[in-house]
């Protein structure tokens, strides 16, 4: 029998992701010849720990690697060698080895061998350069003392789950070791009996006593990766020794040293001491020289073992549960809401400030669910300081990156699916947008262009935009490009819009040459597609010389959606707030009829179609009498319609339900939802209700 | 009792089978930990649980001979006394 260690190896990997992207940010922070201790120390440690952790699941591969690499960063952080531009560049590789192996592992996919080992190779040739070598002579002061010499107690209690997150006290106490002089005292009091003693679980404590000129941030960061999963307190030893023994620590500030997590252990706690051998635990107290903690301190314990760990980690699935719970129970709520307004009498009144306050209260739930899901859009930003400074040094520009709004939030599947296209369009800005050096100068402006990416919120959107202060989209070759594929004809007047609509095409592509970076005309047509499967949309303003703006709006959540319910006939339909430009009633003058059956109207000195929203979908509608019924302009990948319905009914947040799970895929509509009736509504989704629409016109 | 060259918290649950097996032992058990090259907190702490619950039950355990590793990480876990493992040789 053996722990089945692959139940940790999830948690394992999403910590490790996490470090890696701290070590990339700190060796991107690091400054060549002068680098500063903390980020080395920082960097170090996420590949100490990636390395115990992966010898501890067995992934050999990852920790011999990790190993070199280690070696090689103990040189820097004693300083014993530089950190060169070769140094730092091998490093952000090993960043992107170990990620790539990590992933495969994950995936269960052989681990590309040939590339770790010749990266493997080149860390090994530079430290054995290093010792071939006299030292660089002015040696960083890795070890600078920060701290006046004195002595620090740690108190470190692990909670149980500790060694099965792959945490190690034993490699965190080598490390604190090696940062001083140590005595180390355990407390083994809440040590079960061997029969109860799960193997994974962690029962220990130690008060570690350390001498030296110790920062104390670096014996927090020995426990850096331990965060959240331990109670750490470090103090001096001047007020330490104030203090009584650690088994008698004063019930608040220190929970008691008996029990070592939350409450669900403090029950099971209980439990194995009312199964085991009665006299155990008090016998063990004895052996560590202090009498047990009062069970009455146990509840104070367990409140501050919560609130040292700020946050949990929660399975999106658990979460999407939840989600969609109280997505049902909106529905219901509405129903209850449209059912109360039908009852008359004394109590009545009473009934529906009850679902007033129902459904303020359902609001809030549903926001607070909601922003569970949400994340800062730093998670994706972050991986673009790294983009820049490799696409900029492979193409010889020099750019400045300049992020903005990283703290806006929004929901966890959107910043999953937005990364992709952002990538696309930072590559093409610097790959098409800015100049090289010496034309920027030309043109008077500075060497180096400028990116620009930005997060905002707008409303119940999110607009992210990259920006660029490069040559901006070239209409003259754009047109010409479009001529020569086809696309447009060759005598055909399009307005700037239009031509820059041109670009989001499939298979376009103005580079004249294709590079690696981009150029493969697979980039905008897939940028767009992907926005619009997060039910956002992209638009796109230039302006020559001086650069182009891409906008991307996108919803905040995909579980949600801010609609106009319309009416056709007997039917309900939801379109969506971001598509709808307008709504009005149209007057007989304004509507002509063009060549085939094609009606359309005029609208601030555009014609914009109209589609019948009952023709398309096959409804018996009201009227149809243009003129008695409204037309909702909308909009999708840039063009304008006019849907005409018979009525507008209100505005609501519906809750979306994927028609493609329930049923099948179908052109215009995005998805359904519940009314508060009951019925069930189709969501349109504009952009594919104007292609189903020109379809019907061009048959 | 020999003790495996790798004692981890993979083996963990095989090392705590063998352990139980011994806690009724009437003969003092004998654990040999010369071989052990790598060992981590899950089986020292196992190891522990087990000698303290030997003591208790008023039974004997020795130690024939612990490695250079499991000693200092014993020691660095500040184990040692309570596995006794100064008494053993190196």
New interface residues.
Partial sequence: ???D?TQFHDAFFEESFEALDAMEAALLKLDIGAPDPELINTIFRVAHSIKGGSA???FTDIASFTHSLETLLDELRSGAMAVTDQVSDVLLKSVDVMRAMLRAVQAKQPIDAQRVSDLQFDLEVIIARKHAAPPPSAAPQAAAPQAAAARWQVRFRPYREL??RGN???RM??EL?ELGEMQ???D?QS?????D?Q??D???A?TIELSGEVPEEAIRQVFDWAEGDCELQIGRTAEAAAEPQVEQPPAPATPAATEPAPSETVAAQADSQAEG?P??PA??GA?ASAPRAEPASKPEAAVSAHGDSGSIRVSVDKIDELMNTVGELVITQAMLSQLGGQFDGPQAEQLRAGLAQLERNMRELQESVMRVRMLPISFVFSRFPRMVRDLAHRLGKQIELKLTGEQTELDKTVLEKIGDPLVHLVRNCIDHGIEPPEKRVAAGKPAAGTVHLDATHRGGNIAVEVSDDGGGLDKERILAKARARGLIGANDTLSDAEIYELIFLPGFSTAEKTTDVSGRGVGMDVVRRNVKSLGGKIEVSSEAGRGSRFTITLPLTLAIVDGQSVAVGSETYIVPLISIVESMQLKNGNVSRLSGQAEVFSFRGDYLPIIRLHEVFGVEPHTRALHEGLVVVAEGDGRRVGLFVDDLLGQQQVVIKSLETNYGHIEGISGATILGDGSVALILDVPGLIRVASMRIAA | MVLQPEC??????????A??AL?AHEATVTLDGALVDRI???A???L???V??RR?AGRAVEWRAVSRAMHS?A?????GS?LSLSEAAQ
């Fill in positions: 029998m053996t722990v260690l501890t699941f067995g060694l099965a190690d006290p034993l106490l080598r070791g180390v005292r355990i083994a040590l079960p009996a061997l029969t003693l193997p994974q962690c029962h220990l130690w051998p006299e155990a016998a063990t052996a | 981890t918290l993979a083996d963990a649950a095989e090392l705590k089978g352990l139980c806690l981590d907190t899950a020292l702490q196992l522990a649980a087990f303290r619950d208790l990480a020691q660095l876990l500040g184990m309570m």
